[in-house]
């Protein structure tokens, strides 16, 4: 079997903008360093893999929940679920999120669709609410923390804007994110 050569279709040159105090998902990728994929780009069996390292801040009393998204416009393609995050405060310490999704469906309208399984570290991250950095010894999850399914379908028919965007379940200044490396790399046909 010949390799398929690995191809960079996008990464993040800058640190981005810190966000903070909001719930509702929104992009966190700088816009100068997205990457449209043409018209019927996808294939089925095709994979990614994309790559996100930054910093992530919590609150200390009832911090609430991250969710990460990687999304075909404003489709939701792929989803990390609520991801608890942990009841000792932290100020923008490290996380890393490796995503590898794999193009399950093509076609119009919503059918097609990706799945995705992604590998989570973070000292902010756990289990179960109200757990501390003292008893939150693991820090390295999978996401989502279900059965892999395939994403919310899109129309790969069209040119889509392949995005990360996050969402905390609690507004509020001490709950924010910045990311500071952002790759898609292109990793099979």
């Not at 992604?118 to 996401?143: C, I, P, R, W, Y």
């Not at 923390?145 to 889509?160: K, L, M, R």
Request: contains cysteine; charged residues 10%.
């Amino acid at each position: 079997m010949i390799p398929f050569p690995v191809l960079c279709l996008a990464r993040q040159t800058a640190a981005g903008t810190l966000f903070n105090t909001y719930t509702t998902a929104k992009t966190v990728i700088n816009q100068t360093e997205l990457v449209t994929l043409p018209p019927n780009y996808l294939t089925v069996g095709a994979s990614f893999r994309v790559r996100v390292k930054g910093g992530l801040s919590n609150i200390v009393t009832t911090p609430g929940t991250v969710t990460f998204q990687l999304m075909m416009g404003t489709i939701v393609a792929w989803t990390s679920g609520a991801i608890q995050l942990n009841a000792t405060a932290h100020t923008l310490l490290p996380f890393f999120l490796d995503l590898d999704v794999r193009v399950d469906t093509i076609g119009t309208s919503t059918t097609a669709k990706l799945l995705g399984m992604a590998e989570l570290h973070g000292l902010m991250f756990t289990k179960t609410a109200a757990q501390t950095d003292a008893v939150n010894t693991e820090g390295a999850f999978s996401a989502p923390a279900t059965a892999p399914a395939v994403g919310t379908g899109f129309d790969s028919t069209i040119a889509n804007i392949l995005d990360f965007w996050t969402g905390f379940s609690i507004s509020n200044s001490g709950n924010g994110i910045q990311v500071y490396q952002y790759t898609v790399e292109q990793l099979s046909g």
